[in-house]
């Protein structure tokens, strides 16, 4: 059965520093999701994306946060200069149609962590 | 807006008896609800959706779940629990008017015991 996957499993890294998120979608999926979820809160939306553009993205996904589909089979989560409150386990899901009943599949997450 | 919330943090249960896992939902159109789970060091894996039609759903491993609109509630149920169940469960909510997130509730852990 396809599945979203995702590199690195966990990363640590220092405030400040840049750190790039890999996730490669299911083959024939067309739209790709990132979420976070800050240990012991809830799973929450970041941005949407399809066709080389984001199409959504919520408060969270500020200036420090970028996507990036570089080649055919990979999509990035790149955040500039992370912060303390940027650790967290972070999610890339993918659907083949853009409708609201469609059911988005989930990669296993990297847990990312912000000394 | 659209919220989830799954009133539960923990749900304790013994082999071979029923479960329930609630959640209640609130949006302004339609809903799309759905159940994922989530055992340890993987990521969430789909279980079952509603979208229309008969209130009760069927998904993966033997779950159902019920739909109910006057009580915007959509709780999943199992009638005889495993101990390979334990996991952590999340409802999630989309409208049919509300874009491309989903809005998850905060989890539910289910901890089936022989």
């Known amino acids: 059965e396809p599945e979203v996957t995702q590199t690195p499993s966990h990363q640590v890294t220092q405030m400040g520093q840049e750190v790039i998120l890999r996730c490669v979608p299911i083959s024939n999926h067309l739209y790709f999701y990132w979420y976070r979820q800050i240990l012991g809160q809830k799973v929450e939306f970041l941005v949407s994306f399809y066709n080389n553009e984001i199409s959504e993205k919520s408060e969270i996904f500020d200036d420090q946060f970028s996507v990036e589909r570089p080649d055919g089979s990979n999509f990035t989560l790149k955040i500039r200069s992370t912060k303390l409150e940027d650790s967290a386990m972070y999610f890339c899901?993918?659907?083949?149609?853009?409708?609201?009943?469609?059911?988005?599949?989930f990669g296993p997450g990297t847990r990312l962590l912000v000394l | 807006a659209q919220s989830v919330a799954q009133p539960e943090d923990q749900v304790n249960v013994a082999e071979g008896n029923p479960l329930t896992v609630k959640c209640t939902y609130s949006v302004s159109g339609n809903p799309y609800l759905f159940w994922y789970v989530q055992y340890p060091n993987r990521g969430l894996q789909f279980l079952l959706k509603?979208?229309?039609?008969?209130?009760l759903v069927k998904g993966s491993y033997g779950f159902e779940a019920e739909f109910n609109k006057s009580q915007t509630s959509f709780h999943l149920k199992k009638p005889s629990a495993l101990v390979s169940d334990s996991a952590l469960y999340f409802c999630?909510?989309?409208?049919?008017?509300?874009?491309?997130?989903?809005?998850f509730g905060g989890g539910t852990r289910l901890m089936v015991k022989p």
């Open positions: 899901a993918s659907t083949s149609v853009q409708i609201a009943s469609e059911t988005q599949y």
């Open positions: 999630a909510v989309r409208a049919n008017n509300a874009g491309n997130m989903l809005t």
């Open positions: 509603y979208i229309t039609g008969d209130n």
